[in-house]
């Protein structure tokens, strides 16, 4: 999916600017960024992204797993964790918070794509098929 | 757009943990009961010991002759290592009478009637200072992996610290090449954004594994072996990548430093092995052995004649050569018989290592 319009929730403002210039050549838009989880919230709440990548260890005392939680709770919206921490542990809370993608740091460009495209068909898929059940009901 | 043939060494690419050994798996079963054990409640764990001291009395009451007097001593670890030394103080003393109890023999041994009940005082006494004893030993070793866990953590904090900061550098870089109008020169800070995602790889096998010393290097060489044909296949060129790779361990140190050396030598192979072909192959294996081996092998045009690595050694070569020597290793670079070219290291196995100071500098055979 091109186009998509993409959030990027991370504290370190140097991988930001390199992550914008990272999504524009391979197709994407970024709706806007954002570096604590209060922010984020916000964000999503006024540019309606279609799917937000999450740093875990974000500036604040809320980290990207919780802001996660909460997004996808209240704005049902994909959410792809990109992060250092490539620990079991983490990467079972992020999966336990509705993770539709996991991409560790230091990124590259093809890994990158490959996890969006992912998330974003997933979530389609996921869409189409409560769509269908809400319809069948 | 490339190819990945499967082949046999797809069945060693498991990780492996080193250092589980046969001997200490077939502890298992017990490490299992003692860890069952240890998730008792304090009043379970007592109830527990007081039942055992009631059916070991019951059984030195049978017997007879028979001291069982140490057999008491289980109720009482139990008692201590799972509700702590008042438990354990109170199951040694109820031990003591059961013993005096279960013991009608006792009454027959001893010439003055009080004997048995000093007896009793004394074992109750033994069982006590036993039960004391354990309890020290219970709580060093709490405080003991508490300190391992704090430790681990920290461990496991700095590795993403690390890996933090390699994304920043990487950021740096790739912003820093936008600045850039040649091609070439963009593709210099290209490279090296790829020997930083080789060690940050790295790093990350290392604490996603738990062991902070030693890894499997062949999962590292062929993620990055894909990862690298990903992305660096010239264009209109269709490439085969076969990785054909026994698990080796490797220290840290090494491995970074020979992640690197792969690094270098598979970017050589795809920048220069393939420009204006079709099709081609790359071929990637590490050996385990005396001396491990490590080969990048390709298709391609192979080196031009009269090729000389010490008067015509590229940044890429000139690195993979003081690499080479930097891990006590020997590199041997030379032209395919089937076509192409072929570069192998070897390198001493972490078993032959020893003491350091032992290592002994070894030669680079050049063509």
């Known amino acids: 999916m091109t186009n998509a319009r993409i959030l990027i929730v991370e504290d370190e403002a140097i991988t930001v600017s390199a992550l914008k210039r990272e999504l524009a050549p391979l197709g994407y838009q970024v709706a806007a960024t954002a570096s604590t989880a209060d922010e984020a919230l916000n964000a999503v709440e006024l540019h309606k992204p279609d799917l937000v990548l999450m740093d875990i260890t974000l500036a604040g005392s809320v980290n990207g797993i919780v802001a996660a939680v909460a997004i996808r709770g209240t704005f049902h919206l994909p959410v792809v964790f990109l992060t250092a921490h490539a620990d079991d542990g983490t990467m079972e809370r992020a999966v336990a918070a509705g993770a539709f993608g996991y991409v560790l740091k230091p990124f590259s460009g093809p890994g990158l794509k490959a996890a969006i495209e992912t998330a974003l068909h997933k979530y389609q898929t996921e869409m189409e098929s409560r769509r269908a059940s809400t319809r069948a009901a | ?367």
């Open chain 2, 1 to 367: 757009m490339k190819t990945k043939q499967l082949s046999n060494s797809d069945l060693f690419i498991t990780p492996v943990r080193f250092g589980t050994s046969a001997w200490e798996q077939s502890f298992a079963p017990i490490h299992r009961t003692l860890e069952l054990l240890s998730r008792m409640s304090h009043t379970a764990a007592t109830v527990l010991a007081v039942v055992l001291v009631a059916v070991i009395a019951w059984f030195d009451y049978v017997t007879g002759d028979f001291s069982l007097a140490l057999f008491y001593l289980v109720p009482v670890v139990l008692a201590t290592w799972n509700a702590g030394p008042v438990s354990g103080w109170f199951i040694g003393v109820l031990s003591a009478a059961a013993w005096l109890v279960g013991d009608p023999a006792l009454s027959r041994a001893y010439g003055h009637p009080l004997l048995p009940y000093w007896n009793a005082a004394m074992l109750a006494l033994i069982y006590g200072v036993v039960a004391h004893l354990l309890s020290m030993l219970h709580q060093l070793q709490a405080e003991l992996q508490e300190r391992v866990e704090r430790r681990t953590a920290s461990l496991a904090e700095v590795h993403h610290r690390v890996k933090n900061n390699l994304q920043i550098i990487s950021s740096l870089l790739m912003l820093q090449a936008e600045k850039l109008s040649n091609p070439a020169d963009k593709a210099v800070f290209d490279e090296c954004r790829d020997r930083i995602y080789s060690m940050a790889r790295l790093h990350e096998q290392l604490y996603s594994n738990g062991e902070f010393s030693d890894l499997d290097f062949a999962a590292h060489l062929r993620e990055m072996a894909e990862m690298l044909v990903r992305s660096h296949t010239p264009k209109g060129c269709i490439l085969a990548l076969d990785v054909r790779a026994d698990p080796v361990a490797v220290d840290l140190d090494t491995a970074v430093t020979l992640g690197l050396i792969a690094n270098e030598l598979l970017l050589n192979a795809l920048k220069h092995g393939f420009n204006g072909r079709p099709a081609g192959k790359v071929t990637v294996e590490l050996y385990e052995g005396n001396r491990n081996q490590m080969t990048v092998r390709d298709d391609g045009y192979g080196l031009p004649a009269g090729f000389d690595a010490r008067k015509n050694a590229g940044l890429g070569l000139e690195l993979v050569l003081g690499m080479t020597r930097q891990i006590r290793g020997e590199a041997k670079i030379e032209n395919d018989p089937a076509g192409g070219t072929r570069t192998t290291i070897f390198f001493p196995s972490i078993l032959s290592f020893g003491n350091s100071e032992n290592r002994t500098p070894t030669q680079t055979d050049l063509p």
